[in-house]
């Protein structure tokens, strides 16, 4: 499912236009890409958490030459799904 699809299903499910579904969706990607970029964590119960986590460094390969070369850390988002999303997933 893409994002024009998630809208229709959204704007059939909760009676409202094509254009307020992808309004609210919109809004609601950037609140959640904005408070995990700032460090905070979004916890919705039942479905899920975001949050930003810090990949430490490490050593790793060139693929091409095979040479050991250290990778920097780094920050990535991450999610951890909740027990009714996991329950839904894997009965």
């Known amino acids: ?7 229709d299903a959204v704007a059939a499910k909760t009676n409202i236009t094509k254009k307020q579904a992808d309004e609210v969706i919109s809004a609601f990607l950037s ?10 964590k979004v916890t919705l119960v039942g ?3 975001f949050e930003r986590r810090e990949r430490a460094e490490r050593e790793g390969r060139n693929p091409k030459t095979n040479e050991p ?4 850390a780094t920050r990535v988002p991450g999610f951890s799904p909740g027990k009714q999303f996991k329950e839904k997933v894997a009965p």
């Open 31 to 40: 609140v959640v890409t904005e408070a995990v970029a700032n460090g905070d």
């Open 69 to 72: 070369m250290t990778i920097p």
């Open 1 to 7: 499912m893409n994002k024009g699809e998630l809208v």
């Open 47 to 49: 479905f899920g958490s």
